[in-house]
């Protein structure tokens, strides 16, 4: 498959969503509303859950199945109340010392009126500053787009997992081809360009694992439930001190 | 001779601006004049040199480079240049890209967009850094991460204040993902500097905005932008674009973000010096009093 053709398959519909993979890999998921400043945005889902017998924060960027819930949950682009809905959580998860798990799905963050008026850069730069030293293990699970500063402020994590069809980006192909040779059907040649997919990722030292899809979504879902398992195991064996340290270096040295 | 400072501003003959060298030097000192974008109004470029590249008449701020900044804020013979020699790569061979740096190298006489180091500002030690729009618009790529994320953790180490000018369209996108990675990189940092008790203040410029917006530059304890200044996540041409319809006048400006409660203040250019240092003074620590 080369670059466009998993742009494709990560968009493609009937993928499963957030919300398929919370119901499959934990247990009483538990969800939790709203910022507490201004509302709940639909685009973002969090809440509690048990992992195996762990109690962790999940948190999911939503994009919806049925035309009608895809429009309810604005295609899982987050305006700022979504991300400072995900930053409340992950404070509770450090108050009571949960791992956080982040599920990543987006074009991109919202661009509208009513985002930028909320202050869309600063909310997704405060995710980004409080991410970076947030007391307890976070691991973010790229499992379809990753569109930019929007997937970025929920991916700020110890480890940054990808699905063999996903993408990340700074910016979408699209977007690129149009601003590189003014025409944004261009999108295949912009898609190579961009070293989106998770084997390129994984190259610069920005995802640390790939997950195989072909095995089908419930064998996928036991991969990274068994994996999440191991990894908050191993980081037991870490201060919190520890845990920041390899966290900061981690992003310190992609590209140095 | 053109007044030094208006436009760029070559650090040498070699790596001067050709554009520059191009245009014929009138006689007199006085002669060049611009006419204000805002008020449309002819202004001697001495004049606007020594009113800090701000119009008399109406109080518009014209663009001025990263070295003109440097020269505005820190006190005199104080800068002193860090990382200066760090020079962008086309590390994932995109289209183009080396091209638009070598461009960008002449049209700013700049090895990159952001010029790092410490100074003094009104007797106090401090670190800035000062973005460079002539430098393909203040762009973020690796170089101007790393820089930045140097520049905090120095000043975490010798627990120093930064000082930062932004001007930014965002991330670099011929950097591909490394660009994006810049930007917890940097906010990183600046957690570290902020946790360590350590004051920031960043003064945003025009336009500042993409992922610059959406990590340091509103990342300051203190956040204050120059009048009129675009600062926003998404350009407006894009929310145009996604939302199809026009948006409303003053949208996305300085004074649109105090009212929304984005800003501390709003610091036109010719108090700005005066603004560090009083809130400076009031930041002194009590053992250095
Ligand atoms: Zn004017």
């Known amino acids: ?256 | 001779m053109i007044k030094r400072g208006l436009f760029k501003n070559p650090k040498n003959q070699l790596e001067g601006n050709p554009k520059l060298s191009r245009t014929p030097a009138p006689c007199v000192a006085d002669e060049m004049c611009v006419t204000c974008p805002s008020c449309k109004k002819t202004i001697l470029t001495s004049e606007l040199s020594e009113n800090l590249s701000v119009c008399q008449t109406c109080g518009y701020h014209f663009r001025i480079n990263a070295r003109q900044r440097i020269n505005i804020i820190s006190d005199a013979n104080t800068f002193c240049e860090i990382d200066q020699d760090m020079i962008s790569q086309n590390r994932i061979d995109f289209p183009e890209y080396d091209k638009k740096l070598k461009n960008a190298r002449l049209d700013s006489a700049e090895k990159d967009a952001v010029v790092c180091g410490t100074c003094k500002i009104g007797g106090y030690d401090c670190c800035l850094f000062v973005m460079e729009p002539y430098f393909m618009m203040g762009s973020m790529g690796i170089v101007v991460g790393e820089k930045i994320t140097r520049l905090f953790e120095m000043a975490t180490e010798k627990s120093l204040p930064v000082v930062g000018f932004t001007v930014s369209g965002g991330a670099r996108m011929q950097e591909g993902i490394l660009s994006l990675m810049q930007m917890a990189k940097t906010s990183g940092a600046v957690k570290r500097h902020n946790d360590a008790g350590n004051l920031y203040i960043g003064v945003l410029t025009d336009p500042t905005t993409g992922g610059v917006t959406a990590s340091f530059a509103t990342e300051g304890d203190i956040v204050v932008a120059e009048p009129s200044a675009l600062i926003g996540f998404a350009g407006p041409r894009v929310i145009e674009q996604t939302i199809r319809q026009k948006l409303p006048q003053g949208f996305q400006r300085a004074e649109f973000l105090l009212e929304k409660g984005f800003l501390d203040a709003i610091v036109d250019r010719r108090e700005q010096k005066k603004y560090l240092v009083r809130l400076l003074y009031l930041h002194e620590k009590a053992e250095q009093a």
């Open chain 1, 1 to 256: 498959m080369n670059a466009y053709d998993k742009v494709r398959a990560a968009r493609a519909k009937g993928r499963p969503t957030s919300i398929d993979y919370i119901n499959q890999i934990f247990t009483k998921f538990t969800e939790l509303h709203g910022d507490r400043r201004f509302s709940d945005d639909k685009a973002i889902i969090a809440g509690i859950a048990k992992l195996d017998d762990m109690s962790v924060t999940v948190i999911g960027i939503e994009k919806g199945h049925s035309t009608k819930e895809k429009v309810s949950r604005n295609f899982g682009s987050a305006h700022p109340e979504g991300y400072r809905k995900a930053l409340r959580q992950m404070k509770l998860a450090e108050k009571f010392k949960r791992p956080v798990i982040c599920f990543v799905d987006t074009a991109g963050a919202f661009c509208g009126i009513g985002a930028e008026e909320r202050g869309q850069g600063q909310a997704i730069a405060e995710n980004l500053m409080e991410m970076m030293a947030l007391r307890v293990p976070v691991i973010s699970i790229f499992i379809g787009e990753g569109g930019s500063g929007g997937a970025l402020a929920l991916s700020v994590a110890d480890e940054v997992w990808m699905l063999e069809n996903s993408v990340y980006s700074v910016i979408s192909p699209e977007g690129c081809a149009s601003i590189l040779w003014k025409d944004s059907s261009k999108t295949k040649e912009a898609s190579e360009c961009l070293k989106l997919t998770a084997e390129d990722l994984y190259s610069f030292g920005v995802t640390e694992r790939i997950f195989s899809e072909k095995a089908g979504f419930e064998p996928l879902c036991e991969e990274i439930k068994n994996q999440l398992i191991a990894t908050f195991h191993r980081n037991n064996s870490l201060t919190t001190e520890e845990l920041l340290d390899n966290r900061y270096r981690k992003f310190r040295k992609i590209g140095g």
